[in-house]
Every structure is written in C-alpha cells, then in structure tokens.
C-alpha cells in the first residue's frame, strides 16, 4: 500500500510534497544541488530509490541539478507533459511516481546528449566518504 497523503505532507518539506505530489516546480536557482559538485549519489526524496551519481552531474546553467543519466535507466519513467502550453518529456521516479522533473535532447553531446533536468526538492543527498 502506498504512503497516504497525510504521511507524506508530514515527512516532506512542502515545497518537496508540491514538487513530487503536484507536478510543481522550484524557482531557478534556489535548490542546494543546483551547484553542488560534491562525489556521491542523488536518492528520491519520497522513497529513497537511487536516482543519479555526481559522476553524471554537469552544469547546465539553467538553475537545476542537471544530469546526462541516470544511475540506472529502470530507475526512471518518462511521460509527454504537454502542461503550460509545451511540449516536454517528464521524469518520475520508478519505485514510487514521484516527480523529478523533466529530460530534454539539449545536454551535451560528448556525452549522452541528455539534460535530465531535476528538481533539487525531489533529492536527498549522500555524499561519498
């Protein structure tokens, strides 16, 4: 059986409950993995699934963590988003639905040529030792 909401909303930050429940997005430059560049791996907030490893971190400069892939393709599932008036590819975490964000074909080419484009509010961090 899932989390209830009443759950959820009680161990999550609200903006990470907005992110990962409502599909919302953080403002551009205010998550702390945006420019972080520490070694370790990125989990899903909400179940704590491994989503991403710092190896595959690069900077974007659009504001948020940014990825060229995940740990393992399996640990994510894309969805056409057409919301706010676009058209986007939207990632979700495989083990619980979370939403993480979304994946776009503008990431650099020497390397997969994605940007997987995360919210830092649908993170935790654990840093390598």
């Known amino acids: 059986m899932s989390e209830n909401e009443s759950s959820l909303r009680g161990r999550l930050s609200p903006l990470a409950y907005e992110v990962t429940q409502e599909k919302g997005t953080e403002r551009p430059f205010t998550s702390e993995f945006a420019e972080r560049w520490d070694d370790g791996a990125y ?5 704590e699934a491994p989503l991403f490893e710092s190896d595959n971190q690069f900077d974007a400069g659009c504001g948020w963590p940014s990825f060229d892939a995940p740990v393992v393709a399996s640990a994510l599932v894309e969805h056409p988003d057409t919301s706010r008036g ?34 830092g509010a649908a993170l935790k961090f ?3 030792a």
């Open 126 to 128: 654990d840093k390598k």
């Open 43 to 47: 989990r899903c907030v909400v179940c």
């Open 86 to 119: 676009r058209v986007r590819t939207e990632v979700v975490c495989q083990s619980c639905g979370a939403h993480l964000g979304h994946v776009f074909p503008d990431g650099p080419p020497e390397r997969t040529g994605l940007r997987y484009c995360i919210n």
